[in-house]
């Protein structure tokens, strides 16, 4: 079992919701973490409430549908902490009520689910 205390976690979706109480607990139980939004203002309301907490706390906002911005996020992670332990993708992805397939041959084949 991953060992919480100085664990780094990406978490998506880190400005409200599941995946800011993710965020929450792993900065309660001594995990450092980057939390990615795609809105910049929760992003930054989260991270100060993670700091108040006593978190070590990096935002990145990020269309998690964005290759570019995914591996943005990858990459400050690395660079502010060295090590990625966990990633929890907690982003919603939907758009007109319908739910987003992000695996990109699903994506674009024209295949009908039912």
Do not use: H, Q
Request: charged share 25%.
């Amino acid at each position: 079992m991953l060992e919480i205390k100085g664990s780094v976690a990406v978490v998506t979706g880190g400005g409200g919701g599941i995946g800011l109480a993710i965020a929450r607990y792993w900065v309660e139980n001594g995990g450092k973490v980057v939390i990615a939004d795609i809105a910049a203002e929760p992003l930054e309301k989260a991270a100060a409430e993670l700091r108040e907490l006593g978190g070590e706390v990096e935002t990145v906002v990020c269309n998690v549908t964005d290759e570019d911005d995914c591996g943005k996020l990858a990459d400050t992670a690395i660079e502010k902490f060295g090590a990625i332990n966990l990633i929890a993708p907690f982003a919603g992805i939907i758009m007109d009520g319908l739910l987003l397939s992000t695996d990109k041959g699903l994506a674009r084949s024209k295949r009908k689910w039912t």
